[in-house]
């Protein structure tokens, strides 16, 4: 079994190293943090940022089955697990999960909105906040800018689950993102907590979810966390070919966006979602 930290539902207060403060990306944050996190539909007016697509600066959100614009051809999606970007280069698949608070998934959809930015989501359909926030979601899904991927319904130790059980939450949530997006979740899997072993990777793949998605380094909010924490974070996380794991549960985190933008644009990082690197039929 390979158990890695995702987040439980209050956080649990565990305590990690926390990277020293960017101030100058604090200092953004707090200029940019009122508007990001509004929340409510609507179209985004001028982006604080350059948009960073990858081998695309001009913020084109379009992709094609030969690849992610002026990038390479896409590879097949991994069979087992995945933790990172294959290749070497500046992109960074930043991946948010699970969606416990409304205004957090929002201030995440904005931040796509007004920066281009390319994410995948991974939620957890018992949440009301996506069906809440569908009006702006989907858009970004239907232009390709965004991805989702599976995270089972309601968010359990997968490991502890009957061969039944865990296919109805694999399955519950692959209905819910058809029926209320459009979409599949196919082929990405990311199992609760990143707990899985050979059993429930089999069960998954059997359901057409035969990537693992883990993670290379995160945020740092599978604890309760400031802004300071996150951005701090962040600025460890934020490297070159990482898949870096958040979690849309921490109204802290949607305040902490427009610093965490900051970090994308100073370093040049180019954001991907797993279907600009991966072919996903």
């Given amino acids: 079994m390979v158990r890695c930290a995702d987040s439980e539902f209050p956080p649990p207060l565990s305590r990690g190293p926390s990277p020293d403060l960017n101030r100058r990306n604090l200092f953004r944050g707090v200029a940019l943090g009122a508007a990001l996190v509004a929340a409510g ?39 087992g697990v995945l933790s990172r970007l294959p290749g070497d280069g500046n992109q960074l698949a930043f991946t948010v999960d699970d969606g416990t608070t409304g205004e957090v998934v929002t ?34 899904l239907d232009s390709g800018q965004i991805q989702f991927g599976n995270h089972t319904w309601s968010h359990p130790d ?10 109805d939450q694999i399955t519950r949530n692959e209905r819910f993102l058809q029926n209320t997006f459009g979409v599949s979740g196919r082929p990405f899997f990311r199992p609760p907590y990143g707990s899985h072993n050979a059993t429930t990777d089999r069960i998954a793949a ?4 035969q990537t693992i998605t883990l993670w290379g380094d995160t945020i740092g909010d599978s604890r309760i966390v400031t802004e300071s924490d996150v951005i701090g974070a962040a600025s460890h996380a934020f490297q ?42």
């Fill in 41 to 79: 539909a609507g179209t985004a007016t001028a982006a604080p940022f350059p948009s960073l697509s990858a081998g695309d600066d001009s913020g084109s959100s379009g992709g094609d089955d030969d690849g992610i614009p002026g990038g390479d051809p896409k590879a097949p999606a991994p069979q």
């Fill in 107 to 140: 201030a995440y959809a904005r931040l796509c909105i007004e920066n281009g930015f390319r994410l995948t989501f991974f939620p957890n359909g018992v949440y009301p906040s996506w069906a809440e926030n569908a009006g702006l979601l989907r858009p970004l």
């Fill in 206 to 209: 059997d359901l057409g979810y």
């Fill in 158 to 167: 997968i490991t502890k689950l009957s061969h039944d059980q865990l296919a």
């Fill in 240 to 281: 070159p070919q990482n898949i870096v794991l958040g979690h849309a549960n921490q109204r802290s985190v949607g305040r902490a966006l427009p610093a965490l933008a900051g970090i994308i644009h100073d370093r040049g990082l180019a954001t991907v979602n797993l279907g600009d690197v991966f072919a996903t039929d």
